[in-house]
């Protein structure tokens, strides 16, 4: 996903996955930090005037009814208890998480990974015929015949400015004929911007290894004084022998919902854009996977079944909000119950391409996925119409594909961010729901880093301090609308396995008007004042007690409930200018 940060992953590839990566989120609240370290006086202005200490939320504060209580959550917990008590579902959903990668040993997962019953594990054959040799969990088509994998790739920014060097060289611009100098002058602005990018991410780098240095000490006494991983503010006052500057940094950053881990993370991102993110001479994806991404009619013969990859922080995430056992009083809690998910990896550090966008797609549906959880996105789509193609080709499945807004603030009815549901020339895909964050606050409602639109963001769901599966039998939180669109895909994943009978346009009818309103209330976001339909379609959070309960209406069943919600009219999309493209 290119650009969109979060600090709880801080940054993966900066422009690339919505939350982990998280480009500029997770930047943007460093750069006070990094800011101080370029100073003599390291951190003396944070130890002067610390920030104000982050408001500590229960984990599964989402799953709240905020109705009954002060979190603004999906009401999932009430409606296990009200609605499901005593009862089974109908079927199991699989959900598609593509993203950068699962980790399929989670304890935490187990009995909710989807397996190919076709496929014989490790023979080296593709037993099912289906194009993927020993597709067992799902594929990764940013790994290489040799069983590695893409860590890092460029941005789609980089990857055009280098096509346009091998058309243009280092030819001058009175060299080239009038016709082309219009397209000339967006390579030279790419040049600069990539260069310009680049030179930011090495200065940035020193700063960044000392913050490390500090926080790294600082949060190893801490964990070592209180015996325990998951270290809060209250704990810096327990740990002795900490400075001033370093009660100041492990109180900058808990502030910011982020520990030494996410300052190694965003430290790795740095040096990723510097390597290959902006580097337009990155050649590792033709090293290690060998194919051409920009031949769209390829859809399989690359990749490898390493669905975990690299790094799967962000995709193990995603996954255990959606699946996480419910019932082992351990670790995370899932959405939903009767679900399996199928791990499709095609998110780097950096931004997908637009032919393993398509081609995950196509292997989603393909092999059985009834929805998709797409959490990336990036600001260029020369390949849209493969990938318009392969959402068609999901719409005419009856499969629902959920995705992330962004994390950019802005508002994506004039800015594109891609994938989208909006087709090349003109259409429109029904079966999408695009997704933005919300917080815990309910005063402060949209997320501060959530990209909005009052045509294209169809709903909201929480997306701050989503509590959550991580690689290596581990939990934390990170934000970003990369967690609220798996929220989503949970109740989607919920109400599909009660009532099975509802089509994909049903489904998509049930979860936007079952949608939590808050009327008679304003919010401010991006310089923009206004209810909740100015920022979104529904004007609404995602609420599974109620979806469950117009499922259970529309699918003849009595209610156990008699309370109702209005759905909100639908807005009409109107025309925006659309981000470049190439067709091809």
Known sequence: MAPTYEIASLLRGARTRFVIAIPLYPVLRFMPLLASLRGAALLASLAVAAPAVAQSVPH??????????NYPGIAATRAYTEL???RQPARTVVVAVIDGG???QHPDLQGRLWTNPREVAGNGVDDDGNGFVDDVYGWNFLGGPNGRS???????STREAARL????????????PEAERAEFDRYQEL???TAQERNEARREIPQAEQMLTIAREAFNRLRQAVGRDDVTVADISRTPGLSSQQQSIVRYLLDQHATDRDIQEYLDGLRGKVDCGYNLDCRDRAIIVGDNPDDYSQRNGYGNNDVAGPDASHGTHVAGIIAALRDNNVGAVGVADAVRIMAVRAVPNG?????DVANAIRYAVDNGANIINMSFGKGLSPGKAAVDEAVRYAASRGVLIVHAAGNEGKNVDTEANFPEASFLGSGRAANWIEVGATSHDTRDLIADFSNYGKADVDVFAPGVDIYSTLPGNTYGPQQGTSMAAPVVSGVAALVWSYYPTLTVDQLRTVLLASARRFPNMTFTHDDVRGPLTSFSVTGGVVNAYEALRQAAALAAETPRSSTTQTPAPRTTRPSRPRA?????
């Open 60 to 69: 599964g504060w989402h799953l709240m009814d905020g109705t009954t209580s």
């Open 84 to 86: 499901l008590a005593g």
């Open 102 to 104: 699962v980790d399929i």
């Open 150 to 156: 893409v860590n890092y790739e460029t941005y789609e």
């Open 165 to 176: 060097r091998a058309r243009f060289g280092t030819r001058s611009r009175d060299q080239i």
């Open 191 to 193: 040049l600069r911007e």
């Open 351 to 355: 931004d997908e391409t637009d032919k």
């Open 580 to 584: 470049r493209t190439r067709r091809n």
